[in-house]
């Protein structure tokens, strides 16, 4: 849980990837506005300013910090970014690189991921997006979800704050279980701040 001396609202950062869709980051400006979270979108971090989710940011008069893991001196510039904009905690969202060491020790215990299949099943390097929706079919399991667990220096092994579960249908796609799915991950994100935030 985030300590004691937690302000009102968090501030989050949201770390999206280059392709960005944004639904995750739309939800939690959403449940932000309807104060369904202790909340507040203050950054979305992204390395392009043309997907989506980082066009969809600055419609809304979110900050965006175009910065791609492949600029020289990322590590320190996404520190720095995310110390100037005071972020509480930083939220990933399609974030498809390990994130540096030195993010993941300055925010410790302040970094969540979420990831569209039931941990620790289905994990791991190259595991993302429609990846996961393929091999959960061709495993044959009966049950799919989200997962939001706290990132730590390796993809997918932070401790669980919540899952949230949803059936496979025999005659699913990868398409159709994906949206599935991502239902469960915008009730899973809400859920998991507000749980962090010491609220549920
Ligand atoms: C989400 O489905 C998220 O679970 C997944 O990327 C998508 C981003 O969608 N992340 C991973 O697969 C991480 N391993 P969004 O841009 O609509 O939020």
């Known amino acids: 849980m985030i300590p004691a001396e937690t302000p009102k609202k968090l501030r989050l950062a949201i770390l999206v990837g280059s392709k960005g869709r944004g ?3 739309m939800n939690l400006l959403e449940a932000s506005a309807a104060g369904e979270i202790p909340a507040e979108v203050s950054l979305v971090v992204s390395p392009v300013a043309d997907n989506p989710a980082s066009l969809f940011a ?7 910090q175009v910065l791609s893991p492949k600029t020289e001196d990322y590590d320190s510039k996404l520190l720095d970014t995310l110390m100037e904009h005071k972020v ?5 969202a399609g974030y498809m690189t390990l ?3 030195i993010i ?9 991921n979420i990831h569209p299949a039931l941990l620790p099943k289905f994990g791991g390097k190259g595991m993302y997006g429609v990846k996961v929706h393929e091999a959960v079919i061709e495993g044959k399991e009966r049950e799919s979800g989200a997962t939001v667990h706290w990132v730590t220096e390796r993809y997918d092994e932070g401790e669980i704050v919540i899952q949230i579960r949803c059936s496979v249908e025999p005659d699913d796609t990868p398409e159709t279980l994906s949206q599935r799915v991502l239902a469960c991950e915008h009730l899973a994100y809400r859920q998991a701040i507000r749980m962090v935030a010491g609220y549920d």
């Open 23 to 25: 639904s995750n980051l």
């Open 58 to 64: 600055h419609e809304k008069g979110v900050a965006v």
């Open 88 to 92: 509480d905690l930083v939220c990933l």
């Open 99 to 101: 994130l540096p060491n």
């Open 104 to 112: 993941v020790r300055r925010y410790s215990g302040k970094i969540l």
